[in-house]
């Protein structure tokens, strides 16, 4: 049976209001912030990540389909959460003196990479 599509209630309207609140506003009133913030993001950076975490969601559901219990081992989670962690920013280590110079905020341009 197809689904019929219904059309908008004043929830949705509201909904959609805010959100376009939301991504229209900072730009216009703070302009400077937002573009900081923007190039914060490093926006090919996350584009990279972002098909890491998409082909990640394609293992995950793969596992899901075909396991007899839906749920993710929680071992097999941990073990992904601390090598992760323990990993993810050793990818800045290279890079401390440019980020730094750039106000990037890191890990390593916090603490330093000196022994104490």
Known sequence: MEAALYPPGILDIVILAALALCI?????LAPRRFLGIL???RPLRLLHYAGFAAGGAV??????SHATVRLFPLR???LVVVTLTAT???KDMADVEGDRRRGIRTLFTLLGLGKH
């Open 39 to 41: 190039k914060l993001l």
């Open 88 to 90: 993810f920013g050793t």
């Open 24 to 28: 229209l506003l900072p730009p216009l």
């Open 59 to 64: 293992v995950v559901s793969g596992f899901a």
């Open 76 to 78: 097999m989670l941990i």
